[in-house]
């Protein structure tokens, strides 16, 4: 049992982490701490005012802007100083309570959504319910607040290649950004 949990400790630390290293834990967050050795635990936490989270053991932890595998290594670390001789810890982000984007325009459930770990173009328009029958999946845009100057930076995106996969326009998201979708011209 215990070969596996390190077997499969050593192939998650393989995956592709650009998502996860990207996104900085904010207050409000809920992370998902799992330790597999040498016990089983398994908690949701989220992450308090002060930026910090609490767990058994090792008590409170600042996470706040910390990415994914800082939070990880750090949890890690604290029960390896003190409880636990060789822990395994992995973390996700649950909920990003944090961050958030804007859908509207030709969806059927525009809104305000939540940044998840791989908050795409195309999965938040899934979230917003789709498109409504006037939505144009080829008249997409993203509407990115710009860095340290007024205004956005507008990202167009064609649904319909993302979707028959000719296409590689379907971004991650950022806190701020708007994903508008236009109508079809008839």
């Known amino acids: 049992m215990k070969y596996i949990f390190l077997f ?3 192939v998650l630390s393989f995956v592709p982490r650009a998502h996860s290293e990207e996104y900085t834990v904010g207050v409000n ?9 040498p016990d089983e635990l398994l908690r949701d936490v ?13 008590g409170s932890v600042k996470v706040k802007g910390l990415s994914i595998p800082q939070v990880q290594e ?10 636990m001789k060789y822990p395994v810890v992995l973390v996700l982000l649950k ?7 804007l859908v509207y325009g030709e969806v059927k459930s525009p809104g305000s959504y939540a940044i998840e770990e791989y908050s795409t173009v195309l999965r938040a328009i899934s979230m917003a319910g789709g498109f409504t029958k ?4 080829s ?9 340290n100057k007024p205004g956005y930076e507008n990202i167009k995106i064609d649904i319909k290649k993302v979707m028959n996969g000719t296409s590689e326009e379907d971004i991650l998201l950022k806190a701020g950004d708007m994903v508008v979708v236009s109508e079809g011209v008839f």
């Open 8 to 10: 499969i400790f050593f």
């Open 29 to 37: 967050d809920v992370l998902e701490i799992s330790v597999l050795q």
């Open 46 to 58: 989220i992450v308090s005012p002060d930026g910090t989270i609490s767990y058994p053991y090792i």
């Open 74 to 83: 750090a949890v890690q670390k604290m029960l390896a100083d003190g409880y």
């Open 95 to 101: 909920e990003s309570r944090s961050r958030q984007y």
């Open 134 to 137: 006037f939505g144009s999946s």
């Open 139 to 147: 008249r997409v845009k993203v509407l990115r607040p710009k860095k």
